[in-house]
C-alpha cells in the first residue's frame, strides 16, 4: 500500500458503514468526518471507488460465507474490478479475492 505506484481506492461503502458507527456510537475517529472523507483520503493518494450497477449485481451471486452487508459489497467491488482487498477478516478469504493484511 505504501508503494505510489500502486493504485489505491476507498470505498464509498467503507464511508457509509463509518457514518453510521460514528453516529451509533460505536466508533470514534481523531479528525473529523467532514476533513476524511474526502480530505484525508485524497491527500495521501487514495480515490474514492463508486459503487455501480455492476458490484450490485456481483452481490447476487455471492456466497453467504459473510453476512456483513458493507463487507459483501466490497467483496463484490474487488471481484468486479479485480482489486485487493484490505482486510484482516478472515471471512473475507473465502471468496477468493486477493487480501492484503
Do not use: C
Not at 79 to 90: G, S
Amino acid at each position: 500500500m505504501e508503494d505510489q505506484t500502486n493504485e489505491r481506492y476507498v470505498s464509498h461503502a467503507t464511508a457509509w458503514e463509518i457514518a453510521i458507527k460514528l453516529s451509533l456510537g460505536k466508533l470514534e475517529i481523531e479528525v473529523p468526518f467532514d476533513a476524511l472523507f474526502p480530505g484525508v483520503l485524497s491527500a495521501n493518494g487514495f480515490s474514492v471507488l463508486q459503487s455501480d450497477f455492476r458490484h450490485y449485481r456481483a452481490l447476487l451471486e455471492l456466497p453467504f460465507h459473510h453476512r456483513d452487508p458493507f463487507d459483501r459489497l466490497l467483496i463484490a467491488q474487488a471481484k468486479v474490478e479485480d482489486m485487493t482487498l484490505v482486510t484482516n477478516d478472515a471471512n473475507i478469504g473465502a471468496y477468493g479475492v486477493p487480501l492484503l493484511w
